[in-house]
Nanobody, 125 residues
Framework: QVQLVESGGGSVQAGGSLRLSCAAS????????MGWFRQAPGKEREFVAS????????YYADSVKGRFTISRDNAKNTVYLQMNSLKPEDTAVYYC??????????????????WGQGTQVTVSS
């Protein structure tokens, strides 16, 4: 059974930092693109960042570019999201996602096959 488990969420003040982790189990994702999405109350789930299967390509939403960094450690089957200079508008539940198909650089939201349960991030002003 494949599981993606997010951790690292919490409450911080504006300008602070958090590092989210997503640990995968049940299969290896070292050849698969992975991503982070978020959903704020009353809003649709939106793309935040993704990383190619090799880790050589990363993609970011304009709203987080320059503040967030996605990375992966294939030996640990884990993907990370370093979030700096957090803003109140970053408040949301953050979800990790993984593509079941191998060797893709970019995967649209509809292409992800596995999703985690989410971790809450709250940024106060």
């Amino acid at each position: 059974q494949v599981q993606l488990v997010e951790s690292g969420g919490g409450s911080v003040q504006a300008g602070g930092s958090l590092r989210l982790s997503c640990a995968a189990s049940g299969r290896t994702f070292s050849s698969n693109a992975m991503g982070w999405f978020r959903q704020a109350p009353g809003k649709e789930r939106e793309f935040v960042a993704s990383i190619s299967w090799s880790g050589s390509s990363t993609y970011y939403a304009d709203s987080v570019k320059g503040r967030f960094t996605i990375s992966r450690d294939n030996a640990k089957n884990t993907v990370y999201l370093q979030m700096n200079s957090l803003k109140p508008e970053d408040t949301a539940v953050y979800y990790c996602a993984a593509d079941a198909n191998s060797y893709k650089n970019y995967v649209p939201r509809s292409g992800y096959d596995y999703w985690g349960q989410g971790t809450q991030v709250t940024v106060s002003s």
